[in-house]
């Protein structure tokens, strides 16, 4: 099976291309410069040059203040372009998965939500990728919708300074306290999810799924942990989900369950904690 990995140096692409590495894998890994999502007819003209047969769509528009202040830029990025994805994934017979996010959920059920929970996103990026779930489904019969949630990997965001993580470890060196907010949902290591997108895609069980390490906790508890994993003096004090002002809603629960994968017996996610100490030890 031959891979074509859009946006292959971003912080999730990257470890796809090192996954699909490890498996002595056929891919082609396509940068922003190699393949612009936004550009349709460039991008169908290399899939048709390239003949994949597995599209791996890990571009996003994921700036939340710039998504309220551009909500057509949202759109255009996370649904249209999607859209126009599938479409030609569908004319050349590869099969098609991309990311969604946990931002299409409101937030407000105390357990989390299933595949099977209706959406119900307060944000236009939410709103953006609810509708590039859609337009991938419906142009592609052969695509997967992977919703994820709050990640972190060694390649850091682009466009979005540190992730969780190493921002808190650089705060850690900078002050005497933390204060971190309390919203639930389940921090997640971009290598083990891209071990577990793979095993997926490398099936036919075509449908939504959602991928997210498991275990719930709250941003809050996360910190903690990390501090007290690098034997940190640092205190960390609990804070209200509005206490840091933004021009969004943010839901305050969005712990994503891995119902379908746990049908299929394909949930090959780490518990939160565990993919913590695994990605403390590489930072070492």
Same mark, same amino acid.
């Given at each position: 099976?031959?891979?074509?990995?859009?946006?292959? =140096?971003g912080?999730?692409?990257?470890?796809?291309?090192?996954?699909l590495?490890?498996?002595?894998?056929?891919?082609?890994?396509?940068?922003?410069k190699?393949?612009? %999502?936004?550009?349709?007819?460039?991008?169908? &003209? #290399?899939?048709? @040059?390239?003949?994949p =047969?597995?599209?791996?769509?890990?571009?996003a528009?994921?700036?939340?203040?710039?998504?309220?202040?551009?909500?057509?830029?949202?759109?255009?990025?996370?649904?249209?372009?999607?859209?126009?994805?599938?479409?030609?994934?569908?004319? *050349?017979?590869?099969? #098609?998965?991309?990311?969604? &996010? =946990?931002?299409?959920?409101?937030?407000?059920?105390?357990?989390?939500?299933?595949?099977?929970?209706?959406?119900?996103?307060?944000?236009?990026y939410?709103?953006?990728?609810?509708?590039?779930?859609?337009?991938? @489904?419906?142009?592609?019969? @052969?695509? $997967?919708?992977?919703?994820?949630?709050?990640?972190?990997?060694? @390649?850091?965001?682009?466009?979005?300074? #540190?992730?969780?993580?190493?921002?808190?470890l650089?705060?850690?060196q !900078?002050?005497?306290?933390?204060?971190? =907010?309390?919203?639930?949902?389940?921090?997640?290591?971009?290598y083990?999810?891209?071990?577990?997108?793979?095993?997926?895609?490398?099936?036919?069980?075509?449908?939504?799924?959602?991928?997210? *390490?498991?275990?719930?906790?709250?941003?809050?508890?996360?910190?903690?942990?990390?501090?007290?994993?690098?034997?940190?003096?640092?205190?960390?004090t609990?804070?209200?989900?509005? $206490?840091?002002?933004?021009? $969004?809603?943010?839901?305050?629960?969005?712990?994503? %369950?891995?119902?379908?994968?746990? !049908?299929?017996? #394909?949930?090959?996610?780490?518990?939160?904690?565990?993919?913590?100490?695994?990605?403390?030890?590489?930072?070492?």
């Amino acid at each position: 099976m031959k891979f074509f990995v859009l946006g292959s =140096d971003g912080q999730l692409g990257t470890d796809v291309v090192k996954v699909l590495g490890e498996k002595a894998a056929d891919f082609f890994p396509a940068c922003h410069k190699d393949a612009d %999502i936004a550009n349709s007819q460039a991008l169908q &003209s #290399l899939l048709a @040059r390239e003949q994949p =047969d597995a599209v791996i769509n890990c571009t996003a528009f994921h700036d939340m203040n710039k998504s309220e202040e551009n909500p057509q830029l949202a759109m255009e990025t996370n649904a249209l372009a999607v859209g126009s994805l599938a479409r030609s994934c569908s004319e *050349c017979g590869a099969k #098609l998965m991309t990311l969604s &996010s =946990d931002y299409v959920f409101d937030g407000t059920r105390p357990e989390g939500y299933n595949e099977e929970d209706a959406p119900n996103p307060q944000t236009w990026y939410g709103k953006s990728k609810l509708a590039g779930e859609w337009m991938a @489904r419906a142009y592609c019969k @052969r695509a $997967f919708v992977v919703r994820v949630q709050s990640l972190y990997g060694l @390649r850091g965001p682009k466009g979005k300074g #540190l992730n969780f993580i190493d921002l808190m470890l650089k705060l850690s060196q !900078e002050r005497d306290e933390l204060k971190v =907010d309390q919203c639930r949902m389940a921090p997640t290591w971009t290598y083990a999810l891209a071990k577990n997108m793979i095993a997926l895609m490398e099936t036919d069980l075509f449908g939504l799924y959602h991928m997210s *390490c498991n275990g719930i906790t709250t941003w809050y508890e996360f910190a903690k942990k990390i501090m007290e994993l690098t034997c940190s003096p640092v205190k960390v004090t609990p804070v209200p989900n509005d $206490f840091f002002p933004r021009n $969004f809603k943010r839901p305050e629960n969005t712990y994503l %369950i891995n119902r379908r994968l746990k !049908e299929i017996n #394909l949930d090959l996610m780490p518990d939160w904690e565990t993919a913590l100490k695994d990605y403390l030890k590489l930072k070492k």
